[in-house]
T-cell receptor
């Protein structure tokens, strides 16, 4: 059973526009959510996180929104830049400090 | 600080052979995690150490897998009698504070032929 899902395997956006990456989860016990970015041949890099007691967290061009009632979170990148092209994973923290990852969304930002 | 270091970067082995991977975490991080990632999937949790104690093990970690962190610093992950289904990227991560997110290494890509 996939407890964290990213339903869009890929997303293509024009440079300067907004990128919106979505993530859904099923386990209401998750208390912390994170987004990671991954380039080929590298490990995932932590991007931004949000506690379950908040509904928004912003860091520069990156904003994460959490809708607990819908069990949905999203990552907004604005303005998108070509260097943002990568695979983005959402992750949720559950019991035992382990993270459960979604399957990833490949973002392509076109110049 | 050079971050989380994993060796080797790539490993090709014949089915049935044993392999061992090494992870050197960020020196002050007391938590160390192993994840496995297959093509098109997100990383899947395997096991977790706090200092030298192995606190969590996923059901994905069959009896052929064993992980150690003998002195609470580096960790090794051994796979015995490798199978083709073990082919994956094995990722190590460390953290000091779980709320801050993990720092991942670049991974060890295992190919079992």
């Amino acid at each position: 059973d996939q407890q964290v899902k990213q339903n869009s395997p890929s997303l293509s956006v024009q440079e300067g526009r907004i990128s919106i990456l979505n993530c859904d989860y099923t386990n209401s016990m998750f208390d912390y959510f994170l987004w990671y970015k991954k380039y080929p041949a590298e490990g995932p890099t932590f991007l931004i996180s949000i506690s379950s007691i908040k509904d928004k967290n912003e860091d520069g061009r990156f904003t994460v929104f959490l809708n607990k009632s819908a069990k949905h979170l999203s990552l907004h990148i604005v303005p998108s830049q070509p260097g943002d092209s990568a695979v983005y994973f959402c992750a949720a923290r559950g019991a035992g400090n382990m993270l459960t990852f979604g399957g990833g969304t490949r973002l392509m930002v076109k110049p | 600080d050079t971050g989380v270091s994993q060796n080797p970067r790539h490993k090709i082995t014949k089915r049935g052979q044993n392999v061992t991977f090494r992870c050197d975490p960020i020196s002050e991080h007391n938590r160390l995690y192993w994840y496995r990632q297959t093509l098109g999937q997100g990383p899947e949790f395997l096991t977790y150490f706090q200092n030298e104690a192995q606190l969590e093990k996923s059901r994905l970690l069959s009896d052929r897998f064993s992980a150690e962190r003998p002195k609470g610093s580096f960790s090794t992950l051994e796979i015995q009698r490798t199978e083709q289904g073990d082919s994956a990227m094995y990722l190590c991560a460390s953290s000091l504070d779980p709320l801050g997110g993990y720092t991942f290494g670049s991974g060890t890509r295992l190919t079992v032929v």
